[in-house]
């Protein structure tokens, strides 16, 4: 079985300055690994994925993150955030080849403040 | 393409009531999950239906029930509603083509029961 873990419910920030927030994950097999981000009063939106190939991965909008095998971890990071940015991320994971067995983190929202 | 379309946005209900609640997977997407999302439990994953047969089943109580229509088409039913069935219901279709395995979110349906 598969469990992520995201530390931090909460991340204050100021605008303009960088963040990252943090996701570990447990599993005996290959997983794949996910960022959702999820604005107010709306749905899950896919951030981005890692499914195989290069361990960074970016988003269109200026996040990144990287998939650390030996520290199990898929740390989502931006350099420069903006108010735009206020919203609960979600880490998640599933064995490879089933993401129909997504299990995610408890969130983590991210404050940017002015 | 169009994304995933779930009706009715906002429903309110009294205890003791039933509910359905419909999804719309992104076309030519066959494969069709249910969570529910409350601020206590976080993301849960309730079943996922694919070709018109349930595939996997999360642990809820019997009173939650889905299916799958010929069209990819996906209800969930709630029985003999519960104060604490008040949540987010979000249903994700899942593509895989390729090399992608990667599940889309609808805006959910905000279920209150009074």
């Known amino acids: 079985a598969q469990s992520v873990t995201q530390l931090d419910s909460q991340v204050p920030v100021f605008e303009e300055a960088p963040v990252e927030l943090r996701c570990n994950y447990s599993?005996?097999?290959?997983?794949?690994l996910f960022w959702y981000v999820q604005y107010p009063n709306q749905g899950l939106q896919l951030l981005l994925k890692y499914l195989s190939g290069s361990t960074l991965v970016e988003s269109i909008n200026g996040f990144e993150a990287e998939f650390n095998k030996s520290q199990t971890s898929f740390h989502l990071r931006k350099p420069s955030v903006h108010i735009s940015d206020t919203a609960e991320y979600f880490c998640?994971?599933?064995?490879?080849?089933?993401?129909?067995?997504?299990?995610f983190g408890t969130g983590t929202l991210l404050a940017v403040q002015p | 393409k169009a994304g995933v379309t779930q009706t009715p946005r906002y429903l309110i209900k009294t205890r003791g009531q039933q509910v359905t609640l419909s999804c719309s997977p992104i076309s030519g997407h066959r494969s069709v999950s249910w969570y529910q999302q409350t601020p206590g439990q976080g993301l849960q994953f309730l079943f996922e239906?694919?070709?018109?047969?349930?595939?996997n089943k999360g642990n809820f109580p019997g009173r939650f029930s889905g299916r799958q229509f010929s069209n990819s088409r996906s209800e969930m039913n709630v029985s003999t509603l519960e104060l604490g069935d008040s949540a987010l219901y979000l249903c994700a279709s899942r593509e895989t083509t390729g090399e992608t395995d990667t599940q889309y979110f609808g805006p959910g349906t905000r279920l209150t029961v009074l």
């Open positions: 239906y694919f070709s018109e047969t349930q595939r």
């Open positions: 998640a994971v599933s064995p490879v080849g089933a993401t129909n067995k997504l299990i």
């Open positions: 599993s005996s097999v290959s997983v794949y």
